[in-house]
């Protein structure tokens, strides 16, 4: 199950630009119709509603469909942080992560000993009991994909520190709740937002470790991102992509038949 994320980091280091959007529906229809154009799909449990149940059912999908599943937990000390890992996610980002020491617990939560803490017995990674336990555990150490999100004032201090820690692959810029954190939420653009900006990417280029963010569809603004040194960018979502595009589609035809 790990042949999807060992593909994905192989494009992250050779420098390729991966694109994948964010899965809100609950109905694992959205992962099947949406892997064959994606470099990975976003599952997104912080700001969204799906169950445990619902996740697992798009991992599933995301698994046959050779597509790596990352999953947004909806915080470092999530309920249901063991049990994501468990039922066969690809890789995490966690948010909200203000500090090294948060972050360093993060990894230490993802990793089997003797590189971390995390419990065993996934039942699905092991595809159902048929795989060697030490194998496994070699594996999953080596391609489970570890990511925390700096939008924090924070962790932008300590953005050395955090890239620092071992088994952290990568970090992810959450750009509206950085832009609040300097009091400017909304304002993505500012001059303390650019430069908070500036210096992650600096850090993170220096420390060898690929940057990803959370984007809408606006092409401009994902480009301009990706030019500045983003590597990987969760794009749209399929709730918002059914509606910009339905919403484009009707005007549209609306504009065409009012001309006749």
């Known amino acids: 199950m790990y042949e999807a994320i060992a593909k994905f980091r192989k494009r992250l280091a050779k420098g390729e630009v991966l694109l994948g959007p964010g ?31 619902a996740l697992r059912a798009h991992l599933m999908v995301a698994r046959h469909k050779n597509t790596p599943g990352i999953v947004r937990v909806s915080g470092s000390n999530s309920e249901f942080f063991k049990t994501i890992l ?4 690809s890789g995490v980002v966690v948010p909200q992560v203000y500090s090294a020491d948060e972050a360093r617990r993060v990894v230490d ?11 065993y017995w996934p039942m699905i990674p092991t595809n159902y009991g048929r795989m060697d336990v030490q194998e496994q555990i070699r594996i999953a150490n080596e391609n489970l994909f570890v990511t925390v999100m700096v939008e924090t004032a ?4 300590e953005i ?21 954190s300097y009091g400017v939420l909304g304002q993505t653009t500012h001059p303390k937002v650019e430069a908070a900006i500036d210096k992650v990417l600096a850090a993170a280029h220096a ?25 990987w960018v969760q794009t749209g979502s399929d709730c918002t992509c059914m509606v910009e595009f339905f919403s484009q589609l009707t005007t549209a035809i609306r504009s065409e038949l009012g001309g006749d």
Request: charged content about 20%; aromatic content about 4%.
């Open 23 to 53: 899965i809100h529906l609950t109905d694992p229809q959205a992962s099947d119709a949406l892997a064959d154009s994606s470099d990975f799909l976003w599952y997104d449990i912080e700001h969204q509603c799906m169950s445990i149940e």
């Open 86 to 89: 468990d039922i066969g996610a």
């Open 109 to 119: 939560q993802c990793r089997y000993p003797p590189h971390g803490t995390r419990g």
């Open 154 to 157: 924070q962790a932008v201090e």
């Open 160 to 180: 050395d520190e955090i890239l620092a820690i071992d088994g952290l692959d990568s970090i992810v810029l959450g750009l509206m709740d950085l832009s609040g």
């Open 207 to 231: 420390a060898g470790k690929p940057v990803g963010t959370g984007q809408g569809t606006d092409i401009k603004i994902v480009c301009n991102l990706v030019r500045r040194g983003i590597q």
